[in-house]
């Protein structure tokens, strides 16, 4: 026999997690895996923790906020981050833009003319690329000099091919009074859009750490979470989901059935949850399929030696396309006891396409320590103790023309069949974590605030 639910969410991520906290017995969550809160999970080696991706939480909404500080209280801590762009002519702080004192004067002085040239503000039209985005915002010295290069790395593809409409919010020129103060004044602290930013920071003793603090506080709060249970099938009219437990090694997979009286919520990659609903057009599917993303290696190394000290900030962008990775994250930076005091922890960001195999998992490791030696990161005085790749895939939504009609098309029709998909992944866009926890309160409270269908 099957369960009946009033409501379900699939997906155990920010956006299911903080939409099942709120509802209490009237929702179950669905989630594959068997730990709660998808890319935000940490990663231990031996007493080295890692966020299994760079994570930072700043509030964009105060009710968003006022959710979380009654989740997590003190253990919340204030966590400004202080991060550098290293370039060929130049180290400066991030945003680049604002703080150009760090290039080489005569870098400097052009960067400066050709912002002044530039409109006040950007048209960000939604058919431009990012390529033409950011030379519109910035002109093309600061251009070269980073923006392109880090981007061709991120993205592993050309510029030319990515819309700007799904970035065009993290692009931003700042009033020219202000790149002037950034270039002439060493002191001058230019904000980040992310400059408020928060951390979770718990006793020492606490038996998880990073930012899965966040998850764990508010999975506590889900009445009913079925962790290990993957959906094979939604049948929207039936309103039905069928899913399957169990790993297939051994005691082999069981089926169950559920019913959703009222709404079911996704936030799994929405080409996975259109593939999943019996009623999605062929037609539909076929366009989904050709939808690109970028996955992310992490590569966590735990380091014995001296802490960086402060000036290396909580992460470094580089614009070196010989190297194999885009940003270095220092995870004593966001909170000390992420590591014994004898050593730290170095998170490796390297972006890859989707599509591309991934290659071996030594010699990712390899490249990773050894760029990092590179740099002069990690120097004479550190010892390696340990090293370990995680693959994060999606990591990144890639749009190109057209591809954002297709992703509103499928939101649009599994809408219609009482599909509400939400979230980074469930709605195929780039966005951070305070927007999925707001998704996810916002559609908790439209569900508790209206009638029941009949």
Known sequence: MADSRELLIVGAGLTGLAAASKLGDRAMLLERSDR?????????????????????????????????????????????????????????????????????????????????????????????????????AFGPTLSDLFMLPYNRKMWRRPLRSIS????????????????????????????????????????????????????HALASRVSELRLGCSV???????????????????????????????????????????????????????????????????????????????????????????????RLVFMHAFDPAMAPPSGWGLLVEIPQRSEDPPEDCEETCRRAVADARRVGVIGASHRVVGCRREIVDPAYVVLGEGDRQVVDEAIGFLAEHGIDCRGRYGAWKYCGMSQCLREGFEWARAMMGSEPTP
């Not at 919010?169 to 400059?195: C, K, M, Q, T």
């Not at 009623?279 to 992490?298: A, H």
């Open 36 to 136: 709660p809160g998808g890319l935000v999970r940490s990663c231990r080696i031996g007493d080295y923790w890692f966020d299994l991706v760079i994570h930072l939480l700043y509030f964009r909404d105060p009710d968003t906020e006022a959710e979380i500080r009654s989740m997590l209280g003190d253990t919340l801590g204030a966590c400004p981050p202080e991060a550098w762009v290293e370039t060929s002519v130049g180290t400066c702080r991030f945003p680049i833009q604002m703080h150009l004192r760090g290039l080489r004067p005569e870098h400097r002085i052009r960067c400066i003319e050709e912002m002044a040239g530039t409109p006040g503000t950007l048209t960000k039209d939604p058919t431009s690329s990012i390529e033409r985005l950011f030379v519109e």
């Open 232 to 326: 094979v099938r939604i049948d929207a009219d039936r309103r039905v989901v069928v899913y399957e437990t169990g790993s297939g090694s051994g005691t082999g997979t069981a089926r169950g059935t559920v019913r959703y009286e009222r709404g079911l919520l996704s936030s799994v990659p929405l080409p996975s949850a259109a593939e999943l609903c019996l009623q999605t057009p062929p037609n539909l599917l076929r366009r989904l399929r050709s939808l690109r993303r970028n996955r992310v290696v992490s590569v966590f190394v735990a380091i014995e030696g001296p802490r960086p000290d402060r000036s290396t900030g909580h992460w470094r962008y580089y614009a070196d396309e010989s190297l194999c990775f885009t």
């Open 164 to 215: 700007a409409r799904g970035l065009a919010w993290n692009i931003e020129r700042p009033d020219f009074r202000e790149v002037l103060r950034g270039a002439i004044d060493e002191d001058h602290e230019g904000a980040a859009y992310n400059s408020r930013g928060f951390y979770p920071r718990p006793p020492e003793s606490s038996a998880i750490r990073g930012m899965e603090v966040l998850s």
